[in-house]
């Protein structure tokens, strides 16, 4: 078939699927967009210098542009790829074509959900941040909009439920396909995690927010939301590990080392994931110091999966450079297609990954989180683990995954291959800065201390991680620039070729899941989710009994 | 790959989470230790009050330092955008136990070059103490998002001789 263009409608009529998943992540892009032209902004502030006045009216605070930055980068663009990537993986591994009705109901409650709290956000009524701790109220408009996307997701759960017990049925005894493990178990995990947000949005915010109730328990409302709060960071990581587990090896001219560990690990982030939240409220009185403790040895397990997934995608790295030539200790490292800008940007993502990971402990440790607790260090954290390994995997997965859905070649591979480096070095040097600005200064998160000349006289000794700041914000500006124009220039171009059509590089797995014990175990599905089902309940259950049975409201206030 | 080089990973591999996972019991333990013998940095809830009446009823009606003994206790409120009683004097080497609670949202609580730093939650009390080693001034910063003042709220201690 030569190159030609087609029309709109004609283009994906044998793959229903295909226009799907390409509408979630253009979605999800388009959200990414808005979302990242506010960060140079927030590194800006860091830095002392701040451009706020001169988005006026448009903007009308720092605290607004914050929380469009959290809310589109964090709550929306994540959900949208794993309702992109998790849905159609599974789908092409096992040849079924997902429920496209209900695929198509998802989207638009997202998008539906998305408009709905958008107006809020852009009209500052909402300047709560993604956090939106009570008793800070924003307009109902926001917490229904948040409640309708965040339950577009629970429709995603039940699509690859459903292809998985179709699996199940058509072949009896037979172990469910790696992938589709991996989104099942990312997707079942979801819905256990996401039961404290929609609980707090559903029962307590929404209704105060239309002032049927009074107040809400602001520690209540923290508790149900750092329930699902940190468990949402595995929602975000973990379609960023089938990536990095299941296609990368292959791209990078290899194999995976273990299947079966593979599934380990995840297996694992469905037990600890969940009741592990008290470690984002060491510093709230309310929680007795035992509870925070077992939350603190939890929180410390989850840490398992990832050191397993540390050595397993080393070693199936090492297992491609050594196929692709590679010689000596280290020459393997070299070897690998460091060219490949989707290669790349996961290289560089995992790379980021060491460091955000031993942050991580620190944090989670419950005595030492003292020195760190609200400040910069946390968003240095974060940035390292959703900004740079999450946010790099679903871009060097945009940068094939756009081509295999639309047919369209991906415009100007080098500047994508440049983007991802600028983004890897932007958020280098951005989150080393923030680690030791809170670290050493105590400085805050979240604050605009460019505007305050009592915050700018308190933290002067910190000028030269401030100047830091500035740099990176530049770097990144370009990066996203770069980037966003490859992917869209990709999109929107009007040729089509389906000619040279790819199936997806899934990889092969030198040691195989089948008759092996430890993936028969695995793959006890409904047991494991029972397991972490009841790990909730001992983990959580006697505090919140205590909190819902001992309420202690406050009114809503809006001081922005 | 050959049977040989795959057992090679798997002693590899067993050998990485064996010192993963020891080092993890090193910071548990390391973590039980620091909370047993310098706990009281840690915030702990003394009581529950209505955040409502804060500003006119009970102890932080009335914020203030105060002497008791050898030792100091505070009574604070983090209210937006600033606390009170707006800065604080104590001598160095005297241990001060500071109560700290909101009559409106929720605000931080951060004494720099400490270990301090209390989430301020209305409706909750929260304790905390620290001895002051030595003598100057220590920032204290509001590190929760309460609003559009939020990162002017800043006030001191000052540790005299």
Request: contains cysteine; glycine residues 8%.
């Amino acid at each position: 078939m030569a190159v030609r263009t087609l029309p709109r409608l004609d283009a994906y009529a044998g793959n229903p699927e295909k226009k799907l998943t390409l509408y979630m992540l253009m979605l999800g892009f388009a959200a990414l967009l808005l979302g990242t032209l506010f960060g140079p902004l927030q590194s800006f502030n860091y830095g002392g210098l701040d451009l706020y006045p001169y988005l006026k009216p448009l903007i009308q605070s720092y605290y607004q542009g914050l929380s469009l930055h959290g809310v589109l980068n964090a709550i929306v663009f994540t959900q949208l790829m794993a309702q992109a990537l998790l849905v159609y993986f599974p789908a092409r591994e096992l040849g079924y074509r997902p429920n496209m009705t209900l695929a198509w109901v998802s989207w638009w409650m997202a998008f539906v959900g998305l408009a709905i709290a958008a107006i809020p956000l852009l009209l500052n009524a909402a300047s709560v941040l993604y956090t939106f701790y009570a008793p800070l109220k924003a307009h109902w408009a926001f917490y229904v909009g948040a409640a309708i996307f965040v339950l577009s997701s629970w429709v995603s759960v039940y699509i690859v439920l459903q292809m998985w017990l179709r699996f199940r049925r058509e072949n009896p005894g037979k172990i469910t396909p790696l992938v589709t493990y991996m989104s099942l178990i990312h997707w079942l995990m979801w819905f256990l995690a996401s039961l404290g947000l929609v609980v707090e949005v559903a029962v307590f915010l929404i209704p105060w927010s239309f002032g049927w109730i009074e107040g809400v328990d602001p520690l209540l409302m923290r508790t149900l939301f750092w329930y699902t709060g940190h468990p949402i960071v595995y929602f975000w990581l973990l379609p960023a590990y089938v990536v990095a587990y299941t296609i990368l090896p292959k791209q990078a001219g290899g194999r995976l080392i273990s299947d079966p560990l593979a599934r380990l690990a995840f297996l694992m982030f469905l037990l600890f994931s969940i009741p592990v939240g008290f470690h984002h409220q060491f510093a709230d009185p309310g929680i007795a110091p035992g509870w925070k403790f077992v939350h603190t040895v939890l929180t410390m397990m989850v840490a398992v999966p990832s050191l397993m997934t540390a050595f397993t995608l080393a070693a199936s790295l090492e297992n491609a450079g050594r196929a692709r030539g590679g010689k000596g200790i280290l020459g393997w490292i070299r070897a690998l297609p460091w060219n490949n800008p989707s290669v790349l940007a996961l290289l560089l993502g995992l790379l980021a990954f060491i460091p955000g990971g031993a942050g991580g402990i620190v944090n989670a440790s419950f005595t030492l989180n003292q020195a760190v607790h609200n400040t910069t260090w946390i968003p240095g954290h974060f940035h390292l683990q959703v900004a740079t390994l999450v946010t790099m995997a679903f871009m060097g997965t945009a940068f094939w995954l756009v081509p295999h859905l639309t047919g369209k070649p991906l415009v100007k591979p080098g500047l994508a291959w440049a983007s991802m480096w600028l983004w890897f070095i932007g958020m280098f040097i951005m989150t080393f800065a923030l680690h030791w600005m809170g670290f050493l200064w105590g400085i805050p998160r979240r604050a605009h201390i460019a505007e305050s000349p009592a915050a700018m006289a308190a933290y002067q000794d910190s000028l030269p991680w401030m100047v830091m700041n500035i740099i990176s914000g530049i770097i990144l500006f370009v990066a996203a620039i770069f980037f966003f124009y490859v992917i869209f220039a990709t999109a929107l171009q009007a040729k089509r070729d389906f000619s040279e059509h790819q199936e997806i590089p899934f990889t092969e797995a030198v040691s195989k899941p089948e008759g092996n014990a430890l993936a028969l175990m695995t793959d006890r599905v409904w047991f494991w989710f029972g397991v972490a089902a009841v790990l909730i309940l001992v983990a959580y259950g006697p505090v919140l009994l205590q909190m819902f049975t001992n309420l202690n409201p406050v009114p809503g206030m809006r001081l922005w | 790959m050959n049977h040989e080089e795959h057992a090679v990973i798997e002693r590899f591999e067993r050998g990485w989470l064996i010192f993963g996972v020891g080092m993890i019991v090193v910071f548990v333990v390391l973590i039980a230790y620091t909370m047993a013998n310098f706990g009281g940095s840690i915030p702990v809830g003394t009581e529950r009050v209505d955040a409502t009446k804060v500003r006119t009823e009970g102890q932080f009606a009335n914020p203030r330092l105060e002497q008791v003994g050898n030792e100091y206790v505070a009574y604070v409120q983090a209210f937006a955008f600033g606390y009170s009683p707006s800065e604080m004097r104590v001598k160095r080497g005297r241990k001060v136990t500071f109560y700290v609670t909101s009559p409106d949202v929720q605000h931080g609580f951060m004494i720099e070059r400490t270990n301090i730093n209390v989430q301020v939650i209305p409706g909750e009390v929260a304790r905390v103490s620290h001895t002051f080693k030595e003598a100057g001034e220590y920032t204290i910063i509001c590190n929760e998002y309460c609003g559009l003042g939020h990162a002017g709220m800043i006030s001191k201690i000052v540790v005299e001789e």
